[in-house]
């Protein structure tokens, strides 16, 4: 059946044996329907959100807009981006960011690194805190007593300190630690360089991957993250862009089921507003996803090797 | 950084005490002063860490006590005395505390009974892609939404189902009326597991294309040489092959299976869609910072760790037992 004039290259792989039955064609066929019906409900939100930021509202009302702007309109774009509070929000954002990650990567490598050593006397006690963790934990209101009681309410330390280590991250990062060869740093020992010297001028430069990967993974986590902030900030001029947006949505949803028709002009308005703002807050991580996305890919793997 | 000399590395034992031991422990001591000897430098790596350890993760721990005692805003960390059982007895006997704990219960099971295999399927589907850029490109998109901040996913949900939301329009094109999906109980739950299944599925797929490509090829050969097809080669060497991977996540899942996505329901319900939205975390959160009944709310925090603790070790007991795989 597949002879036909089909040229060498098919006919070639119909010898090595695994000439396409009949059945694994229309599997194939429907495999392929399967995951372009993924790849389409994946991004459909995406363009539909980007169409909704840039449509006149007239068309979201009358539920016009799908994936192509109706009625092109950059005025919510022009309010958004005129709200100072929009751009202190947004610098927060990259400030906790930073400084959260630094804090984080510092403590994760030093941890990970002591707990790749096997001789280390105690390893198994050290491997043991950080792992129960996972398991247990103290839950809401106790963190929330414990950052109130240390004063960081209304602080930055309240959103950068208390998630600092993530178990995980540890993980990955001494399997990582492990696999490094042990006879550089013995050599580096004979050399004369103490611990801190082997860490900082042997091991670290031999694991930018890695600490690049740590690096977007932390970044990732703080730049999403909202509820730290949302409890421990109560003035607006601290919160970072995702509490921005919630309070945007809630106001919005606020309005709607209470008002009804009282102001349907500003709920509209703010519909746009909404997509505009996550617009704006998702494009930083849409630009560099291309770029870091198999960083993330290879590092959750290296986790997965050696859990 | 000074007080790194001065303090001693946590999980090790002080060695002051009188050197009148039996004869093995004197030996152990010994054991830990050489190696503090050897290796202070490295445990003074891990002081500052083990602090926030300490400080972050087990002292909220302890901090739980309050669930057995009167605590008042502002007060002393621990409580202030001892109430014994009062505030478990009060949440089993509240009704409110029984209808998220079945709407927790109901939310985990979904979330498990979807989140779960999805990532096999998938994975099992993008193996059997040949095109290598098409492959690929089908993995970069599905892993996109795990890159969002849950609020733009809530905030996108909420487009997608608000009165002009695409998903009105489609029940209008088919002649419907528009419906308000966030304003109704019984949408909740598809809503839920949707945008979560949306969010994770992708990702979820990672670990098992890894697992997938370390399976040995000969078993497939074998398989065909007796007379194996497609589907029978998927059952007996794929997916046995994947068997660990499988077992490790459903654990990891079903010891997340109590805290059932608390910051998207705390961004998705409102007062209307309680009935089915509620769940234990978002309830204790009400409990803690609406009505101020911090007690009352650890407690409820309190027991949701401890059935999330059972119901890992468990499964990873059961697991050890019967498929020899186990997180420990």
Redesign the interface.
């Known amino acids: 059946m597949t002879v036909g004039t089909g040229g060498s290259r098919s006919a070639a792989v119909g010898r090595r044996g695994v000439r396409p039955s009949r059945?694994?064609r229309v599997?194939?066929a429907v495999?392929a329907v399967?995951?372009t019906g993924?790849?389409i409900?994946?991004?459909?939100?995406?363009v539909?959100?980007v169409a909704?930021s840039l449509s006149d509202e007239a068309y979201?009302?009358?539920?016009?807009v799908?994936l192509v702007p109706r009625g092109f309109d950059l005025t919510a774009y022009k309010l958004v981006l005129s709200d100072s509070m929009f751009w202190t929000n947004y610098r927060n954002t990259v400030v906790y960011t930073v400084v959260a990650t630094f804090i984080a990567i510092?403590?994760?490598t030093?941890?990970a690194?002591?707990l790749s050593?096997p001789?280390?006397?105690?390893r198994g006690?050290?491997v043991g805190?950080?792992?129960f963790?996972?398991?247990?934990?103290?839950?809401?209101?106790?963190?929330?007593?414990?950052i109130?009681?240390l004063g960081m309410k209304n602080s930055i330390w309240a959103v950068v300190?208390?998630n600092?280590?993530s178990v995980f991250n540890l993980l990955v990062m001494k399997a990582f630690f492990e696999s490094l060869p042990v006879e550089l740093e013995e050599a580096a020992a004979v050399d004369g360089l103490?611990?801190?010297g082997t860490?900082l001028r042997i091991v670290l430069p031999l694991s930018k991957a890695i600490i690049a990967t740590m690096v977007l993974f932390y970044a990732?986590s703080y730049?999403?993250?909202?509820?730290t902030a949302f409890?421990y900030l109560d003035r607006q001029e601290l919160l970072p862009v995702?509490?921005y947006?919630?309070n945007l949505?809630s106001g919005a949803?606020g309005a709607q089921?209470a008002g009804g028709v009282a102001d349907a002009d500003a709920v509209q308005a703010a519909?746009t507003l909404?997509?505009v703002?996550?617009v704006l807050?998702?494009l930083p991580?849409l630009l560099v996803?291309?770029f870091v996305?198999r960083f993330?890919?290879s590092g959750?793997?290296l986790g997965?090797v050696k859990? | 950084m000074a007080s790194e000399t001065l303090r001693r590395p946590e999980g090790t034992r002080p060695p002051a005490l009188p050197r009148t031991g039996p004869d093995r422990r004197t030996r152990r001591r010994r054991g830990w002063r050489q190696a503090l000897r050897r290796d202070w430098q490295l445990y003074s790596l891990a002081v500052l860490p083990l602090l926030f350890f300490l400080v972050f993760r087990y002292l909220p721990m302890l901090g739980n006590v309050i669930a057995f005692r009167r605590f008042e805003p502002g007060g002393n960390l621990f409580g202030e005395y001892w109430v014994g059982l009062r505030y478990f007895r009060m949440f089993f006997t509240d009704p409110t505390f029984w209808e998220v704990f079945t709407n927790t219960l109901v939310l985990g099971t979904l979330t498990l009974l979807f989140c779960f295999p999805l990532p096999i399927v998938l994975a099992l589907l993008l193996n059997e892609v040949r095109t290598r850029t098409l492959k690929r490109f089908v993995q970069s998109v599905s892993y996109l939404p795990h890159f969002l901040s849950i609020v733009i996913v809530a905030a996108m949900v909420m487009q997608l189902l608000s009165v002009d939301g695409t998903v009105n329009q489609l029940v209008r094109g088919l002649g419907g009326d528009a419906v308000p999906f966030l304003q109704q109980p019984e949408w909740f739950r598809t809503i839920y597991v949707s945008s979560e299944v949306w969010q994770t599925v992708g990702w979820g797929t990672i670990l098992y294309l890894a697992a997938l490509t370390t399976i040995d090829e000969n078993l497939y050969e074998a398989a065909r040489i007796d007379g194996a097809n497609r589907w029978r080669q998927t059952w007996h060497v794929t997916l046995p092959g994947i068997r660990p991977t499988m077992v490790t996540l459903l654990i990891l899942n079903i010891g997340t299976f109590m805290a059932v996505g608390f910051e998207k329901i705390l961004l998705l319900y409102n007062a209307l869609t309680y009935p089915t939205a509620d769940v234990i975390s978002t309830y204790l959160f009400r409990m803690g910072f609406e009505s101020s009944n911090f007690s009352y709310a650890a407690a409820i925090g309190l027991f949701e760790a401890v059935i999330g603790l059972i119901l890992v070790l468990t499964a990873n007991t059961i697991s050890r037992r019967t498929v020899g795989t186990s997180l420990w």
């Open positions: 059945g694994r599997f194939q495999n399967i995951l993924v790849v409900v994946t991004l459909y939100p995406f539909n959100i909704r979201l009302i009358s539920g016009q799908n510092v403590l994760t030093c941890y690194y002591v050593k001789q280390l006397k105690g006690a050290l805190v950080a792992v963790t996972m398991f247990f934990s103290g839950g809401l209101i106790p963190n929330y007593v414990l109130t009681s300190v208390p600092a280590i103490n611990t801190y860490l990732v730049w999403n993250s909202w509820f409890l995702t509490v947006l919630r949505i949803t089921s519909a909404q997509s703002t996550i807050t998702t991580i996803y291309p996305q993330f890919v959750v793997m997965a859990g």
